[in-house]
């Protein structure tokens, strides 16, 4: 069994320094966040410690050279947000930046992506299905085609 934790705990850290962190205290992996960069709405919310939005092969490249000197793996990207917001262009943003979290994982080589179902708050568990299966199929095929498993945080979106 390896112990880590999620890099939101330390926002004001670079990558880095997380593994520097992590490594000092004897934790063998970290669950690396990945929110687009800008300002968070809520508590965890909004920390970027590896940025989605610009990844390549190169920063892939860093980021492993990094694991490697401070011997802490990375056991997942993480990135909660609501994938079932009920505005529609809220949700095209969280799907399309949920989908360049897994592009990341792939070219990290990270076999897993964690985040949350989501929920349209208005809407009863029932009524939330269809928008669940419009949002996610997309979602899950993307993720099997990159060969990344995703983990879902039960979370109630309250």
Not at 67 to 84: E, F, K, T, W
Not at 113 to 137: A, C, H, M, Y
Request: hydrophobic residues 45%; charged residues 20%.
């Amino acid at each position: 069994m390896q112990l880590g934790f999620v890099s939101a705990i330390l926002p004001d850290l670079t990558l880095e320094e997380v593994f520097q962190f992590a490594a000092a205290e004897g934790f063998a992996c970290v669950e690396v966040m990945c929110w687009p960069p800008g300002k968070a709405d809520r508590r965890y919310a909004g920390v970027c410690h590896i940025d989605a939005t610009q990844f390549n092969a190169a920063e892939a490249d860093r980021i492993r050279r990094l694991m490697d000197q401070y011997r802490v793996a990375i056991s997942g990207l993480g990135y909660y947000p609501n994938p079932l917001h009920p505005d529609p262009a809220h949700r095209r943003m969280v799907v399309d930046h949920l989908l360049r979290v897994i592009d990341a994982a792939r070219l990290l080589g990270v076999g897993v992506v964690n985040t949350f179902i989501g929920r349209d708050q208005t809407k009863s568990v029932d009524e939330n299905w269809p928008l669940l299966l419009e949002t996610w199929r997309p979602i899950v095929k993307a993720a099997e085609a990159a060969q990344i498993k995703i983990g879902i945080e039960n979370c109630p979106m309250i």
